[in-house]
């Protein structure tokens, strides 16, 4: 039954229309950045994710664009148009943010127009898939814990919640285009997304070995997000993204596929913690 569903035109105005229905239209000029005081100004300029967040979102936005330009199913582009409009306004949030709170950032050079739209969306996707899942367990600690407060964290859901979406959307428009392959192609297909989720599994890793070596990274950070997140343990730590992913997906119809990498390598580890905590 969901065979049939998954790849059918209603699958694809469901996910579409889902995608489209569910924007939340704001500005960013309108947003109203609250006032911190030092240790909470402390806390946000000590994260190191900063730059890197304001160079993706740049990056993210115009590959995702390209692809609305290019997509030839009007329906398809008017969904992929609109998230890469929400991911241009990531950007402008973050910068804005940074401007706003003193934050020096490094911006990596203007980025060059995208050859390959397809390719391009494709790995943008499967990275979105596993930062998301990180980025929702970490901001329910910050959340939790008073790292963010409150004030920012109202200001910075609807972002999380975009995320959510935008992996939804991409999954489902993944599945969608693997159903309408000739059979003959899929093996080339599954080939081609498998590399592309690959190659970002890789770069997520490069880029958390390379922020953990980094003297860029304020001495006092570690010790901060120590401090405010409290003890936390890589298992609670795990399950945490795993119930956040759960949480924020449950919203949506149940007929739409779910992220499955990320959580189904995160039951993994959980199994392997559970089995090393019996060992020990
Ligand atoms: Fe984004
Ligand atoms: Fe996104």
């Known amino acids: 039954m969901a065979d049939a569903f998954i790849g059918s035109e209603e699958h694809k105005e469901l996910f579409c229309r889902l995608f489209v229905d569910t924007h939340i239209p704001y500005k960013v000029s309108d ?20 730059s890197e967040a304001v160079n993706t979102e740049l990056e993210t936005g115009l590959k995702v664009k390209a692809l609305g330009e290019a997509e030839p199913d009007a329906m398809l582009a008017e969904a992929i148009k609109l998230n890469g409009y929400e991911e241009q306004r990531h950007f402008e949030i973050i910068l804005a943010l940074t401007e706003r709170y003193g934050i020096p950032i490094e911006r990596r050079p203007d980025p060059k127009p995208v050859k390959n739209p397809l390719w391009a969306f494709t790995g943008v996707g499967f990275a979105e898939c596993f930062d998301s899942f990180f980025a929702f367990g970490l901001f329910h600690f910050a959340e939790r814990s008073g790292f963010f407060p409150k004030s920012l964290v109202d200001l910075f859901e609807p972002v999380m919640q975009e995320e959510a979406r935008h992996i939804l959307f991409f999954v489902n428009w993944a599945a969608y285009r693997k159903m309408r392959t000739p059979a ?14 690959s190659l970002q599994a890789l770069n997520r890793l490069k880029m958390a070995v390379s922020i953990g070596g980094s003297e860029d990274v304020d001495e006092n950070f570690m010790m901060n997000a120590h401090e405010s997140f409290g003890d936390i343990s890589p298992r609670e730590f795990v ?30 580890v959980l199994r392997f913690l559970k089995e090393e905590k019996a060992a020990a």
Do not use: Q, V
């Open 31 to 50: 947003l109203k950045w609250p006032e911190l005081d030092d240790a909470a100004l402390a806390r946000l300029r000590g994260l190191p994710i900063w």
């Open 239 to 268: 399950s945490t993204c795993l119930s956040e992913s759960e949480r924020r997906m449950a919203r949506y119809d149940p007929r739409l596929l779910r992220p499955r990498l990320a959580p189904n390598a995160a039951r993994l």
């Open 184 to 197: 003959w192609l899929r093996p080339a297909h599954t080939f081609e997304n498998g590399l592309a989720a």
